[in-house]
Nanobody
């Protein structure tokens, strides 16, 4: 059974940093694009960042460019999201995602071609 387990969420003050991790089990996703989405209360889930299979191409939502960095370690079957200069508007449940197939790139993943979701981790940024 495939599982994506996020960790690293929590409560942080504005301007602070957090590093989210998403470890996959039950299957190797080294040849799949991966990404992060988030959902704030009362809002739809939105794209945050994605990374291609080899880790040399990434996309970011305009709202997080220059503050967040996505990376991956294929040997550990894990994707990361380093979040710096956090703002209260970054408060949300963050979900990791894996592309629906190995032929889907990071751009298509950003458009919603998701095969697996994690259960989510809460990030709360206080002002």
């Amino acid at each position: 059974q495939v599982q994506l387990v996020e960790s690293g969420g929590g409560l942080v003050q504005a301007g602070g940093s957090l590093r989210l991790s998403c470890a996959a089990s039950g299957r190797t996703f080294s040849s799949y694009a991966k990404g992060w989405f988030r959902q704030a209360p009362g809002k739809e889930r939105e794209f945050v960042a994605s990374i291609n299979q080899s880790g040399d191409r990434s996309y970011y939502a305009d709202s997080v460019k220059g503050r967040f960095t996505i990376s991956r370690d294929n040997a550990k079957n894990t994707v990361y999201l380093q979040m710096n200069s956090l703002k209260p508007e970054d408060t949300a449940v963050y979900y990791c995602a894996v592309a629906v197939s190995s032929y889907v790139g990071s751009y298509s993943l950003a458009q919603g071609s998701i095969g697996n979701w994690g259960q989510g981790t809460q990030v709360t940024v206080s002002s």
